[in-house]
C-alpha cells in the first residue's frame, strides 16, 4: 500500500482562489492528507470553512496560533509537497525576498520538499520585469514554478497570466512529487508534438477511426513546456482535452492534413514527437452525401481503403536529406500487441529500425489498457538498440520519462 502523502495547498490572495477547492478535493481523491494554508487575504475569496470542510483539517493564516505546537515549522518540516495556488505577484514577491510574515511564508522558508507555484494574476504583471525577476530566482532555488495558462481573466482582459486548471496543476505536482523535475531544460528549444487520432471521412456523418484520446501527446506537451520549451501540437482527435499551458494547438482531422501541418510547423523545430495515433488506411473515394444503409446499390457493404502517408517515416527522410534542422531529433510511438509468437516490444524493436527515428515509445495496449486511460507503460526504445522500461503510471510521469531519454541524447 502506497504511503499516505501530506500535502500542503497554499492559497493566496487572487480572485482565483476558488479553484483551490478543486485542487483540495483533487488531493483528497487519491488519499492525500490536505492542509491548506492561505493568506489574509485569500480568505476574502474563499472562507475558511470551506477549507476546512474540503481539507479535514484546521487552517489557519497567522504563526500565532497553535503556538504549543511551533505549527509555523512543523507545517513545513512534515509535508512531502507544497503546492501553492494561486500564487500572485505579490506572494512570489514576498517569497524571492526571503520573508516569512504569515504562516505560508514561514512554511515555504522551512520547507525541504518539493515546492510548486501556480502563478495567477493580470498580463501585465506577469510580464513585468520585477515579476519575471522573482520567477527566475524561484527556480534557481528548486522552487518548480508552472507557466500559467492563457485565456480569459478577471473582467475583459485575456492573456498569459490565467491559473492552469487545477487537475493539470494536480498532476504537474505529483510529477514533481515521483521525482521528475520541472526545470528549464528546454528553453530556447522548440518542440512540436502531434496528438490523438485521425478520422478519415467516408460521408459527411462517418468516418474511420481509432481510440486514441490524445492524452499522453498533451501529456507530453504539458512537461515540455513547463521546461521552457515552445510547444506546438498538431491535434486530430483530442476530446476536449485542457490546453497545455503555454503551447499552441493547430487542429487537423485527417492524416493527410496532419502531415502538411507536421511538415509546415517541423520545418525549424528541434524536436518532433510523433505522438498521435495516425489512421493507416482512409477510404478510396468520401460520399458527398451521406451513403444509406440497405440502399440497392450496397453502398455501405463495401468500402475501398487506400494508404495513408507514413508521416513518422516521411519526417525522418526529410531531416536525413537536410529538410528539417540540422541535429533536430525525432521520437516515434508504436501502439502495439503481442501474438503467439512475437511480443509487443519485439514488434517495436523492428519499428524502430524501419522508421529511423532516434527513440521510440512502444505502447501495449493490449487488453484495452492505455487508449483513453489516464495511465501508460511500455518501452523507450532508441536507435542504438537501448531499452528502458516505462512502468506503469500517470501519462504526465510516463511524458517526463519519455522528455528525460530525450535530452540524453539532445
Known sequence: MERQSKIVVGVAGGIAAYKACHLIRNFKETGDDVWVVPTASALNFVGKATFEALSGNPVSTTVFEAVDEVRHVKIGQEADLVVVAPATADFMARVAAGRGDDLL????????????????MHTEMWLNPATQA????????????????????????????????????????????????????LEGKKVVISAGGTQEAIDPVRYVGNRSSGKQGFAL???????????????????????????????????????????EHSADADVVIMAAAVAD??????????????????????????????????????????????????VGFAAETGDETHSALDFARIKIQKKGCDLL??????????????????????????????????????????????????
Do not use: W
Open 105 to 120: 511564508s514561514a512554511t515555504l522558508l522551512v520547507a525541504t520538499c518539493p515546492v510548486v507555484l501556480a502563478p495567477a
Open 281 to 330: 488506411y482512409r477510404p478510396e473515394t468520401v460520399a458527398s452525401s451521406k451513403l444509406k444503409k440497405g440502399a440497392a446499390d450496397n453502398q455501405l457493404d463495401t468500402i475501398n481503403l487506400v494508404e495513408n502517408p507514413d508521416i513518422l517515416r516521411e519526417l525522418v527522410a526529410t531531416r536525413d536529406g537536410g529538410g528539417l534542422k540540422e541535429g533536430a531529433k525525432i
Open 134 to 185: 522573482n520567477v527566475a530566482t524561484l527556480r534557481s532555488r528548486g522552487i518548480t514554478v508552472l507557466e500559467p495558462a492563457h485565456g480569459r481573466l478577471t473582467g475583459k482582459d485575456s492573456g498569459p497570466g490565467r491559473l492552469t486548471e487545477p487537475e493539470q496543476i494536480a498532476e504537474l505536482a505529483r510529477t514533481v512529487l515521483a521525482g521528475h523535475r520541472l526545470d528549464r531544460t
Open 221 to 263: 506537451a504539458e512537461i515540455a513546456a513547463h521546461k521552457g520549451a515552445e510547444v506546438t501540437i498538431v491535434a486530430g482527435a483530442t476530446d476536449k482535452l485542457d490546453c497545455p499551458s503555454g503551447a499552441r494547438i493547430v487542429k487537423v482531422v485527417s492524416a493527410r492534413e496532419m502531415r502538411e501541418a507536421m511538415l
Open 361 to 410: 515509445m512502444c505502447n501495449d495496449v493490449s487488453e484495452g489498457k492505455v487508449f483513453g486511460k489516464s495511465s501508460n507503460e511500455g518501452f523507450i526504445l532508441s536507435k542504438s538498440g537501448d531499452v528502458r522500461e516505462v512502468t506503469a503510471g500517470p501519462k504526465n510521469e510516463v511524458a517526463a520519462q519519455i522528455i528525460e531519454a530525450l535530452e540524453e541524447i539532445l
